[in-house]
């Protein structure tokens, strides 16, 4: 069973920071790119940030400059720091893996897993 374990949301003032995580395990063989989205409420889910295995990076333009997304590919594990927080930040983040894994015998995929969501309240 492979799952995406999300930490780290919760409730901030503008202007301050947080540091999410997201952690991969299970029976997996390799983790390939690994993205942050989040949904606003009463809006769809959207990207932040991607890394890919090799570490290269891509931000959404609401995310460049303040949030800083990095991966450790030993532990299988995604981070995002958000700095300069502002309210319209504010909803259920979300990691995202594209995974290969496997039963012992076989590896399967590329297969695409979601996390459960940590939700981060920006307040003004």
């Known amino acids: 069973q492979v799952q995406l374990v999300e930490s780290g949301g919760g409730l901030v003032q503008a202007g301050g920071s947080l540091r999410l995580t997201c952690v991969a395990s299970?029976?997996?063989?390799?983790?390939?790119?690994m993205i942050w989205y989040r949904q606003p409420p009463g809006n769809r889910r959207e990207m932040v940030a991607g890394?890919?295995?090799?570490?290269?990076?891509n931000y959404a333009d609401s995310a460049k400059g303040r949030f800083t997304i990095s991966r450790d590919n030993a532990r299988n594990t995604v981070y995002l720091q958000m700095n300069n927080l502002k309210p319209g930040d504010t909803g259920v983040y979300y990691c995202?893996?594209?995974?290969?894994?496997?039963?012992?015998?076989?590896?399967?995929?590329?297969?695409?897993?979601w996390g459960q969501g940590t939700k981060i309240t920006v307040s003004s």
């Open positions: 995202n893996a594209n995974m290969y894994c496997t039963d012992g015998e076989k590896v399967h995929g590329p297969v695409v897993y």
């Open positions: 299970g029976s997996i063989n390799s983790v390939n790119t």
């Open positions: 890394i890919s295995s090799s570490g290269r990076i």
